[in-house]
T-cell receptor, first 111, second 123 residues
Framework: DAKTTQPNSMESNEEEPVHLPCNHS???????IHWYRQLPSQGPEYVIH???SNVNNRMASLAIAEDRKSSTLILHRATLRDAAVYYC????????????FGKGTRLSVIA | GAGVSQTPSNKVTEKGKYVELRCDPI?????LYWYRQSLGQGPEFLIY????????DSGLPNDRFFAVRPEGSVSTLKIQRTERGDSAMYLC?????????????????????FGPGTRLTVL
């Protein structure tokens, strides 16, 4: 599986935007970029995914570089409830393959 | 609707004992996954079921670990002769199996829904 690289931790002030980067220079053409997050004492939850175009949903936006070697998860207004570990994961489109998690980025939100 | 549930939420056992961890997936989800998470690490894949059969068990660390899903719904992860190194959070996830992309709601293509996990402590 292609590897992703994320900063170990980031900090944000409440109600400010947060940009969480992810590098995936060895991404293949069939890899989707997925983001999951894990709130304290909970299992991971899906945030967003995309292939080439930028994506928006109710939780976040995903900005994908034109060469697809990096992407950025954008939380438009961080809240205290967004404090979590965010995982950037590459996943092939064929079949229900398992997720390969790295260590993710631990986001702290300051009131 | 009901999400993925796992029981027990906590399990404390002694070294050498046998344990069973249960996962109830979301109704209708044919894919079921087991992961293990150690402190400070991301979840690590163990085994994945498509229906009743194990589609990929390459993540099981050794033959002390075994999982079943006899009726294609509930799954049980079984660990024999537990060791202190088995102590971790064991997570279960389920997902739909569909080749088509779902464009509405949060049930996105291949999205995995995780349970709250079972924290296993081996003394």
């Amino acid at each position: 599986d292609a590897k992703t690289t994320q900063p170990n931790s980031m900090e944000s002030n409440e109600e400010e935007p947060v940009h969480l980067p992810c590098n995936h220079s060895t991404i293949s053409g069939t890899d989707y970029i997925h983001w999951y997050r894990q709130l304290p004492s909970q299992g991971p939850e899906y945030v967003i995914h995309g292939l080439t175009s930028n994506v928006n949903n109710r939780m976040a936006s995903l900005a994908i570089a034109e060469d697809r070697k990096s992407s950025t998860l954008i939380l438009h207004r961080a809240t205290l409830r967004d404090a979590a570990v965010y995982y950037c994961i590459l996943r092939r489109t064929s079949g229900n393959t398992p997720l390969v998690f790295g260590k993710g980025t631990r986001l702290s939100v300051i009131a | 609707g009901a999400g993925v549930s796992q029981t027990p939420s906590n399990k404390v056992t002694e070294k050498g004992k046998y344990v069973e961890l249960r996962c109830d997936p979301i109704s209708g989800h044919t894919a079921l996954y087991w992961y293990r998470q150690s402190l400070g690490q991301g979840p690590e894949f163990l085994i994945y079921f498509q229906g009743t059969g194990a589609a990929d068990d390459s993540g099981l660390p050794n033959d002390r670990f075994f999982a079943v899903r006899p009726e294609g719904s509930v799954s049980t992860l079984k660990i024999q002769r537990t060791e202190r190194g088995d102590s971790a959070m064991y997570l279960c996830a389920s997902s739909l199996w569909s080749p088509r992309t779902l464009t509405s709601g949060i049930n996105s293509y291949n999205e995995q829904f995780f349970g709250p996990g079972t924290r296993l402590t081996v003394l």
